[in-house]
C-alpha cells in the first residue's frame, strides 16, 4: 500500500506541467545561466560553486512549494478526504507523500548533476555521501515546512504564500547571495534559515569536501520538528 500510494504521488507531481516548471526547468535554468553568464562574481569554475546552490533551491521548490501548493488543492478537491475513506490509514497516507517527495528530490538532482556535470562540474566524491543525507534531510525538514502552510490556509492563499516564500528564500535566504555577503546581522539570520543551513551545507560537502557542521543539521531537524509539531494540530482534509 505504501509502495503504490508513494508511486501514485511521485508519478501526478512529474507529469504536472507546472511541477515540472518549479522543480525542474527553473533550476535548470539557473544552473546553466549562472555557469554560462557572469551575473556575479564566483571563483572558477562557476559551476563548482553553482551546483550546491541549484540543488538546494530544488529540495526547496519540491519538498516546501510544490508539496504546499499540491496539498492545498488536494484539500480544497476533497482528495484528501476521499483518500482518508479509504483503508489507508493516516500514518501511510503521510509516509507516502514523504516517499513520494524523497524520489521527485531524487530525479531532480540526478538530471540537474547530468547537466553540471556537462558543463565541467567536478564535485568533491568525499562530499557526495553527506549531499545524499543533506538531501534527505532537507526534504524530510522543508517537506514539514509545505505540509505546515497548505494543510492549514486556502488553496488560492497557500499558492500565493508558497511563492512568495520561495522567491524571497531565493534571493535572501542564502541561496543566490551567500551569508557572508550580506549587511550587517542578516548573514548571521539567514544562517538559521532552512535554505541558508541546506545550501551551506552541501556548499562544504560538494565544494570543500568537508563534513557539514552540526548547526546545519540542527537547523534543519529543529524546523522540521517544529513544522511537525504545529503542522499535526492545524491540518485540516477540506
Do not use: C
Not at 562574481?41 to 512549494?65: H, K, W
Not at 538531501?135 to 497557500?158: P, W
Request: charged content about 10%.
Amino acid at each position: 500500500m505504501l509502495f503504490v500510494h508513494a508511486r501514485t504521488e511521485a508519478v501526478l507531481t512529474l507529469r504536472n506541467s507546472e511541477q515540472i516548471l518549479l522543480t525542474l526547468l527553473i533550476p535548470i535554468a539557473l544552473l546553466v545561466g549562472l555557469t554560462l553568464f557572469h551575473v556575479f562574481d564566483l571563483p572558477e569554475p562557476r559551476v563548482d560553486a553553482v551546483a550546491p546552490r541549484v540543488f538546494a533551491l530544488a529540495v526547496m521548490s519540491s519538498a516546501f512549494t510544490g508539496q504546499a501548493i499540491a496539498l492545498g488543492f488536494d484539500r480544497r478537491y476533497g482528495v484528501l478526504k476521499r483518500l482518508a475513506a479509504t483503508a489507508l490509514p493516516r500514518w501511510l497516507l503521510v509516509a507516502g507523500r514523504a516517499l513520494a517527495g524523497l524520489v521527485v528530490v531524487a530525479v531532480q538532482l540526478v538530471v540537474l548533476g547530468v547537466i553540471a556535470a556537462i558543463l565541467g562540474w567536478s564535485p568533491s566524491p568525499a562530499g557526495l555521501a553527506w549531499t545524499v543525507l543533506l538531501a534527505v534531510v532537507g526534504t524530510l525538514s522543508f517537506g514539514a515546512l509545505g505540509v505546515l502552510l497548505g494543510g492549514a490556509l486556502k488553496a488560492e492563499v497557500v499558492l500565493a504564500l508558497a511563492n512568495i516564500v520561495w522567491f524571497v528564500l531565493l534571493l535572501a535566504g542564502g541561496i543566490i547571495v551567500p551569508p557572508d555577503s550580506m549587511p550587517g546581522a542578516l548573514g548571521d539570520i539567514v544562517t538559521l534559515l532552512p535554505s541558508g543551513a541546506l545550501t551551506d551545507g552541501m556548499h562544504t560537502a560538494l565544494v570543500d569536501g568537508g563534513v557539514p557542521g552540526w548547526h546545519v543539521f540542527a537547523v534543519l531537524v529543529g524546523w522540521g520538528a517544529v513544522a511537525t509539531a504545529v503542522a499535526t494540530r492545524t491540518t485540516k482534509l477540506s
